[in-house]
Nanobody, 115 residues
Framework: QVQLVESGGGLVQAGESLRLSCAVS????????MGWYRQAPGKQRELVAT???????NYADSVKGRFTISRDNTKNTVFLQMNILKPEDTAVYYC?????????WGQGTQVTVSS
């Protein structure tokens, strides 16, 4: 089994920053391509950023220029630097592999951005 533990969320004001971490542990040899997802109440889960094993990144238009995904393969961790946060970014954020290779979902970390 593989465990995914997200952390770093919190309550911030618009324009501020947060850095999320995703710790991957369990019966794995190495992290491959990974993504950050978010889900707001009443909405479908959305893929916001991806990173390959070699560090190639991609972003949803809604976060491009504000968010940066990175990884530390030695520590089996994936990060999401979130700058210039907006109220529309409010959601529970999750990490996982890319479709269709999902692990079991973790509990996520809540990000709340106030006006």
């Amino acid at each position: 089994q593989v465990q995914l533990v997200e952390s770093g969320g919190g309550l911030v004001q618009a324009g501020e920053s947060l850095r999320l971490s995703c710790a991957v542990s369990g019966n794995i040899f190495r992290i491959n391509a990974m993504g950050w997802y978010r889900q707001a109440p009443g909405k479908q889960r959305e893929l916001v950023a991806t990173i390959t094993s070699d560090g190639i990144t991609n972003y949803a238009d809604s976060v491009k220029g504000r968010f940066t995904i990175s990884r530390d393969n030695t520590k089996n961790t994936v990060f999401l630097q979130m700058n210039i946060l907006k109220p529309e970014d409010t959601a529970v954020y999750y990490c996982n592999r890319l479709q269709p290779f999902f692990f079991s979902w973790g509990q996520g970390t809540q990000v709340t951005v106030s006006s």
